[in-house]
């Protein structure tokens, strides 16, 4: 078990937290939308980076392809969240947000960056706003975030992330499962974070268990 | 507040002089604040601009979208972000770089914040304009210089057409489009006749100016989408899409004759040069391109046993010939 594993009480707390915040991801969600949109309860992990590439296959499909958008985030956390999306579900959101024909890649690109950074801001905004109702513990749970980037188009999930080139020891794995106008996509929210930020997460999840 | 401390409002005259754009919007649009970067780029002083609706005071902006960014803002109670890449600008400002520029306008990412009291709902928008033009410019320039490298590594170094590399993926992509898709198209195999008498007889140099020069030449004839490559030695490629047998065979005869016809002239030296030709179509049954390339060898071959000089269309019958000869 590595060091950072995170115990069953813990994780429950974990998810939990996030469960709160990925509602506020899935009410946000279609607001952007304008359709009802159906979150399923994220499932969570922590994984090293050095295990991320197969984890992220196991996850997506060896053989399919992702985009993924990356923004980073500072404050009471550091680090960077990485949306990934599945192929059908880049076309399906495509579909939803009425564009005729031909969407052409910069405005697919704009959607893909408009969807991730809803999802990134509800899901860790929401956590924030969890902490600040029990703890001031580190101070003021505020973050901020940097412009969100696509990082990769339709490539093989096992290569998206390059461990060696990561600053990033850790990472906190959400797994959501959207339904839109009953279509089904997946995308994949991975946070990842210095190992003193998974700590702190630990922490605060103790403190989390002990008030309630 | 330490600002306190001084003559002035510290936060409000960091704002002022901030070297990024920053506005707020209320919910009807209408400018609250207006720093010095927005007012010396646009052109418009803060009491002109501040009490204002955005769209009254700047009719070009884009209205719909930029309204659907902001409501969105107010909406979800969350910040958002405007990427240069998907958008170039939100205003068009002229850019601080007039020598090394290579823009036109000034490249911009833009951050959308929520304002609003600590528990609440958000009452205004910041918008705050980053110059991005530094960025573009140089990931244009690399973007230039990756497509010159992709360009240069697909060329032939002698005469300048396609390569082999080329050739192969071209003849791999036409044929997944055409699988895909339906249509046809068409390939020529040929070879310049007794290449290596030309070489043994005036010299390399005038074999490489019998390549250049026919390359030139039946370059000059295709239309805009046909693919002419250098597929080794004497021997070279042209791709015609859209393009069913008997359309091909007419045209590789027409060229076929125009070598013919104009012997190429090195060093006062008169080279006659005729060429040998294979066509071949796609057709549904086959399992891949290397099929095409298989079946145009068997009709090149068969022009070169038939005296060569001549265009010959691919046909069953020849894979017996071909298998006689073994």
Known sequence: ???????????????????????????????????????????????EVVDLPPVLADLVGKTNLVSAVRQSFQGYLRGEAIIIFGEPGCQALADLMGFEGELGESGENELLLDVANVLSGACLGGMMEQIRNFTETNGPAELSFSMPLVMARQVMAEQLIDPQKVQWSHALLLEVNFTIKNRDFIAHLTMLMPEDGIEKIRGIIDEFIAAF | MSGEAFSFNLAETVVKWLDVGIFVLDKNFEVQLWNNFMAHHSGRAADEVVGKNLFEAFPDLPKPWFTKKVNTVFLLNNFAFISWENRPFLFRFAHNRPITGGADHMYQNCMLLPLKAEQGKPEAVCVMVFDATDTAIAQNLLKEALEAISEISNRDGLTGIYNRRYLENRLSSEFDRTRRYGGTFSMVLFDLDFFKKVNDTYGHLAGDKVLVEIAARMKAQLRTSDVLGRYGGEEFILILPETPREGAHLFADRLREMIELEPVIYDNITIPVTVSMGVTEHQADMPSYTSMTHQSDLALYASKAAGRNRVTCYDPSLEKLAADKH
């Not at chain 1, 995170?6 to 952007?32: F, H, K, V």
Request: charged residues 20%.
């Open chain 1, 1 to 47: 078990m590595s060091l950072t594993a995170l115990s069953n009480d813990q994780r429950d707390a974990l998810q939990e937290l996030t469960n709160i915040a990925m509602g506020q991801a899935g009410a946000s969600l279609a607001t952007l939308l304008d359709e009802f949109v159906d979150l399923s309860v994220p499932r969570i992990r922590v994984v």
